[in-house]
Every structure is written in structure tokens, then in C-alpha cells.
């Protein structure tokens, strides 16, 4: 009770409002009435273009899987391409795609991982770190079919690789960089800097901290980034179309290591285009079979990306 | 028995090189901090180098009698042609132009408003689920979504608007602003995100309902971050490969004319990236085709590098600012 307050007279106690909610504290005038009927009123007309932007894409992805199970089985993700591509499987469409990812993941990986650390604990602020960052930032915008134009002249024409699964794999490399640079910049940066200070209190040097103490406590955020590369590089199309990507590759049934990184090889997400675009006659339900395939891969492992990070969001301490 | 052998050897190699990065990981600390600055400047290396090597194969064609009008001002793209080969790439650039307006005009406002909403208006698991379903539309392959606009989208337009082709301006407009629209939503919501909490609590002590809050005092705040969130949503649909080669009809055409309604959005066209995605595997390699094809290349890789900066310098102009 405040001193102020006569202590004969006990102060009324004060009417139950919701704090939210002005009409309860005073009669609403007109005034205010609107104000709050306008503020509803935009509440549910940005939901609304939330729902009418997210809710096709839910309806769309089902209307994909479900003209797809008649098609989908076991035989169809292990089988071999029959009678020009139009029965049959998708196996050697499968392996090209783990190759060319697996490939270019291990091109990716440590570039990528190391240029974040050394935009996140090496660069100073000045223009030329600026001008990386751009130039990161540059690389994630470059259209598709212009890293396949650099690929054509970079790795095919000018490497002499030819068209292959490794010009195809170095194009899907060079384009996914960003992917991990920016996850590793951004799990090292969430790592406290106190604790790269306390380690340099006993000594440590720059890259002795990192090794033992920032990129331990980042794992989590950089494979998460890697994940998401391999998302990206399983789902892209126009890379690899000029690089190494082949309508029909004959391979035997059974094998699992069907290409040499020399050859090229059929994918995915080609065969897609492939099947859908230049192939008339081929049956529907496996047209949607390869589409649910590609973008249930892709989709399976966004979902291990993001679990990990709820995960890992979960777990902080600091 | 030689594939087994072949897969033993192939792990023996894979075990061997992991190994040995291991031991310069662990003991090799000059190479280490020599490696991560060299990979550091990989980005600037690898944006040079694009520019480079598309130049390398489009130069022949850039400078040797490159016809200046007859490249950007005419509309007549005969790359084939035996007698007088013609490369205008006019009507390729109405077509990305009009696609990229169609989607944007449906991405803008549908863009900003979902990113308001995540944001301002819902709550704490709403949003962790919206922003997951956003994830997940990024993530849909181009290709997916061009799949989409032929099996889905194509007899839908032809039913709907009662036209005599679904692959159109409209049908790749709509696509191509759904991929865009992650891009959008992401980047608009850092910037509103961005906004101080000070600002929010402020506005609301003086009597500010929400729906005021977002227009008077976020979008004001945010203005910057929003542009920035639109310039890199164009670029998103500018660049689009596969999803407009599928979509749009591949037509070279001009979908604007002088009668009434000006802008035909029923009508097929040609971008410039379905156009290098269409006739690069045709053009003979060194042929003047597939030199123009890398012009084209040259002039997409300016059209998105002139995006990206300007987004960057908006951006960068008001953290200076603050």
C-alpha cells in the first residue's frame, strides 16, 4: 500500500482487466472500435496469404504422391529403364544422382567449411572481407544455367574433362558453396566468444581454439549446412544438363557402383525432365513416381535438417 | 567378384585420403590456417572465374562484328538459320521480363504479407510451423516445379481460363512466383525481425494496435530490408531454369502489343535461361550459336550481379546507418 494514501480510506481494488483488450478498461468509442476491427481485419487477411501461399504447396505434394502409388513400389526405385524408359525403374537415374552429390559434397565440404572459418575467425572487418561476402552472396544468386555455361567452359571445354560425372559434380560444387559457407559462418558465429577468450588465456593459438573448442561446439550447424547441400545438389537440373547428365545409360542390374567418374551418368532430377518433356507415351503414374521419388528425397532430408536444428536449439547451454 | 574388388579398393583409397587429412588436421597447423585462406577468397575466385570462362567462349561472338541493335533491339532470334543467322534477343528478354512482372506482382504482396504474419501476427508454434513449410517450399527442386506447371497447372489454365495452351506467361508466372516466394519470406522477415523491440513496445504504449504498429512503425523501419527482400525475389525469378522451360511454352514471343489489354498473359514465350537450356545441347561447340548462348549467359550474369550488389548496398546502407 503506498504512503501516500490516507490508510483510514483502503483503496478500491482494481477491476480485473485484460491488459490487451482497451474496450474492457474504457467504453469503446467508435474510434476505437475500428481500430481493432482493422487490426483483425489484417490479422487474417496476412494469414490468409500465408494459408493461399503454403496451403497448395501441402496440396500440391500430395496430389504428386498420390497419382504416384500406383507406380511406386520397390521394383520401380531398384529397377532398370525398359522399353525406352517408359516401364521399368529408375536405379541407374538413383546411383548418378548419389554419385554427383557424394562428389561434389566432397569437393564442397572442406572449401566450403574452411572459407566459413575463415570469414567467421580470420577475416577482418575491412572492404576486402566485404568484398567475399559479396561475392558469396553473388554466387548463391547466379542463375543455374550460368554456373552450367561456367561448367561447360571451365571443367568440360577448358580442364578437358569432357562430359562427365566429374565436370558435372565440380559445376554442382562450385554452385552449392554458399550453402555451406554461410551454415558454417553462422554456427561458428553462435558459438560465445568467451569461449575463444578463455582458451587464448591459456595459450592457445588461433587454430588450436578452433579446432578444440569452436568446431566442436559447431558441428551441429555445419552438418546441417552439408545436409542442405546435398538437398540442393540432388534437386538441380540445369548444372548438370551440359556437364555430364545423360538421357540413357545402360548399366547392368544388380550393380552398385554402376559409373566411373569418367563417364557420364543419367540423374534424377534430368531423368525427370527427361521422362516428363522429351519422351512421348510414357505412363503417367510414372511420370509422378519420379517426381514423388526426387522431392521426397529432398524433403526427407530438409526434415533431418531442420530436426537437427530444433534439436540443437534444444540443447544450447550458452 | 571385380565390382567387390572394386568397391574394397575404392574404400581403401576413401579410408587412406581421410586419414591423411586427419593427421594435416591435427598436426599441421601452418597448412591448416594457409588452407583457410585460401579457401577463404574461393568465393571472389570462383565469381571471377565464372565471368571468365563465360566470356572465354562467348568473346569470339562479343568481339568480333558484334551488332550492338541487333542483339538487344530486335526481336528476331533465327540462331539456326543457314543463309542469315539472326540473334535479337529482344523477345527473349520480354519474356523473362514478362514472367518475372507476373510472378512478382502474385510474390510481393503474398511474400511480405506471409512474412508479416510469421513476424507480427501469430504465435510462437504457428510461426516455428510456418517457417518449416517455407523451408520446405525453397526446397522443392526447379525441376519439381516446372513438373508442376505441365501436369497440374497446364490443364487447370486450359479449364480455367478457357485458353488454348496451359503453358503460358500465366502458368510459369504463378510457378516461378512460389519459388520466389521463400526468398521473400526469408529475408523480409530478418528485416522485420531486425526492427527493435523498443520500437514495437513504444508504438504500443502510445495506444497502437498491432495492424498500426506494422504500418506506421515497421514498415517505415524495415523499408530497406523489405527492398532488398524484393530485389533478390527478382533475381530468384530471373535466373529460374528449368521451372520456366517447362512452363512457359517455349514460343519466341512478344506477349505486349498495342490492343487492349496490352499485356497477353495466355500467351507462350521464351526467357533468355530456357533459351541457353533449350539450344545449348543443339549448338555446335565454337559455332556462332553457341557463342551467342554465352552472351546470353554474360548478360544474365550482369542482369543478377547488378541485383545482388544493389541488394547488398541497401542492406549494408542502413546497418552503416544504425
Given amino acids: 500500500m503506498s504512503p501516500l494514501q490516507p490508510s483510514s480510506a483502503p483503496a478500491p481494488a482494481p477491476a480485473p482487466v485484460a491488459p490487451t483488450d482497451p474496450s474492457a478498461l474504457f467504453t469503446a468509442t467508435d474510434r476505437t472500435r475500428r481500430k481493432l476491427l482493422t487490426q483483425r481485419i489484417a490479422g487474417i487477411v496476412f494469414g490468409a496469404m500465408a494459408a493461399a501461399i503454403l496451403l497448395p504447396l501441402l496440396v500440391i505434394l500430395g496430389y504428386i504422391f498420390v497419382r504416384a502409388l500406383p507406380a511406386l513400389d520397390w521394383g520401380f526405385v531398384t529397377g532398370l529403364p525398359e522399353q525406352g524408359m517408359r516401364a521399368g525403374g529408375i536405379w541407374p537415374a538413383l546411383a548418378g544422382t548419389a554419385y554427383l552429390v557424394v562428389f561434389s559434397l566432397l569437393v564442397a565440404a572442406p572449401i566450403g567449411v574452411m572459407a566459413g572459418i575463415y570469414l567467421n575467425e580470420f577475416a577482418r572487418d575491412n572492404w576486402f572481407t566485404r568484398a567475399v561476402n559479396l561475392a558469396v552472396v553473388n554466387l548463391a544468386g547466379v542463375p543455374s544455367i550460368v554456373h552450367a555455361l561456367f561448367g561447360v567452359g571451365a571443367f568440360v571445354v577448358f580442364a578437358g574433362l569432357g562430359k562427365s560425372i566429374l565436370a558435372a559434380s565440380l559445376t554442382l560444387a562450385v554452385m552449392t558453396l554458399p550453402v555451406i559457407i554461410v551454415a558454417t559462418k553462422e554456427a561458428l558465429a553462435a558459438v560465445p566468444r568467451s569461449f575463444r577468450e578463455a582458451c587464448w588465456n591459456l595459450g592457445a593459438s588461433r587454430w588450436q581454439v578452433i579446432r578444440t573448442i569452436v568446431l566442436p561446439n559447431s558441428f551441429g550447424g555445419i552438418l546441417t549446412g552439408l545436409i542442405l547441400e546435398v538437398c540442393r545438389a540432388a534437386g538441380e537440373t540445369a548444372p548438370i544438363m551440359f556437364t555430364g547428365a545423360i538421357v540413357f545409360k545402360a548399366v547392368e542390374s544388380g550393380q552398385l557402383l554402376p559409373y566411373n567418374p569418367t563417364d557420364q551418368c543419367m540423374a534424377l532430377s534430368y531423368h525427370l525432365h527427361t521422362v516428363a518433356t522429351q519422351i512421348p507415351g510414357v505412363p503417367e503414374p510414372m511420370l509422378y513416381a519420379t517426381a514423388a521419388v526426387l522431392v521426397g528425397f529432398v524433403l526427407v532430408f530438409n526434415s533431418f535438417a531442420i530436426a537437427m536444428r530444433v534439436r540443437l536449439r534444444a540443447k544450447k547451454k550458452w | ?28 597447423e601452418r597448412t591448416m590456417v594457409t588452407l583457410i585462406h585460401i579457401c577463404g577468397v574461393s568465393a571472389i575466385v570462383f565469381v571471377f572465374g565464372i565471368f571468365f570462362f563465360i566470356f572465354r567462349e562467348g568473346a569470339p561472338f562479343l568481339l568480333k562484328d558484334f551488332d550492338f541493335g541487333g542483339f538487344f533491339l530486335s526481336d528476331k532470334w533465327y540462331p539456326t538459320s543457314e543463309e542469315n543467322p539472326r540473334f535479337g534477343i529482344l523477345a527473349l528478354v520480354a519474356g523473362t521480363g514478362s514472367v518475372t512482372v507476373l510472378a512478382m506482382l ?13 513476424s507480427e501476427f501469430c504465435g510462437r508454434k504457428t510461426k516455428e510451423a510456418l517457417k518449416i513449410l517455407v523451408e520446405f517450399l525453397a526446397a522443392v527442386p526447379s525441376v519439381v516445379w516446372g513438373f508442376i506447371g505441365m501436369m497440374v497447372m497446364n490443364p487447370l489454365i486450359i479449364k ?13 508466372g504463378i510457378v516461378v512466383g512460389l519459388m520466389a516466394v521463400p526468398v521473400i519470406v526469408s529475408i523480409a522477415e530478418d528485416a522485420i ?18 495492424w ?16 532488398a527482400a524484393v530485389l533478390l525475389g527478382v533475381g530468384r525469378a530471373v535466373g529460374e531454369t528449368m521451372a520456366v522451360l517447362m512452363a512457359t511454352g517455349q514460343s519466341i514471343n ?17 526467357t533468355l535461361t530456357a533459351t541457353i537450356a533449350a539450344e545449348l545441347g543443339e549448338a555446335p561447340s565454337g559455332g556462332h550459336h553457341y557463342q551467342a548462348l554465352f552472351t546470353l549467359g554474360i548478360v544474365l550474369f550482369a542482369i543478377t550481379f547488378a541485383i545482388n550488389l544493389v541488394a547488398d548496398l541497401i542492406v549494408k546502407g542502413i546497418r552503416k546507418g544504425k
Avoid at chain 2, 525481425?193 to 498491432?210: M, N, Q
Avoid at chain 2, 498500426?212 to 527492398?227: E, Y
Fill in chain 2, 106 to 118: 502474385f510474390a510481393v504482396p503474398f511474400g511480405l504479407g506471409t512474412a508479416v504474419f510469421i
Fill in chain 2, 1 to 28: 567378384m571385380i565390382s567387390l574388388l572394386k568397391i574394397m579398393l575404392l574404400l581403401a583409397l576413401v579410408a587412406g585420403v581421410l586419414y591423411l587429412m586427419y593427421l594435416i588436421y591435427r598436426y599441421c
Fill in chain 2, 254 to 270: 512478344i506477349p505486349f502489343d498495342g490492343n487492349a489489354p496490352f499485356f497477353h498473359p495466355l500467351q507462350s514465350v521464351q
Fill in chain 2, 212 to 227: 498500426q504498429v506494422v504500418r506506421k512503425v515497421i514498415f517505415p523501419a524495415a523499408k530497406s530490408g523489405l527492398l
Fill in chain 2, 193 to 210: 525481425r531486425a526492427v527493435p523491440d523498443e520500437y514495437r513496445a513504444a508504438a504500443e504504449a502510445l495506444g497502437a494496435t498491432r
Fill in chain 2, 160 to 172: 480455367l481460363a478457357d485458353a488454348p495452351v496451359g503453358l503460358n506467361v500465366l502458368n510459369a
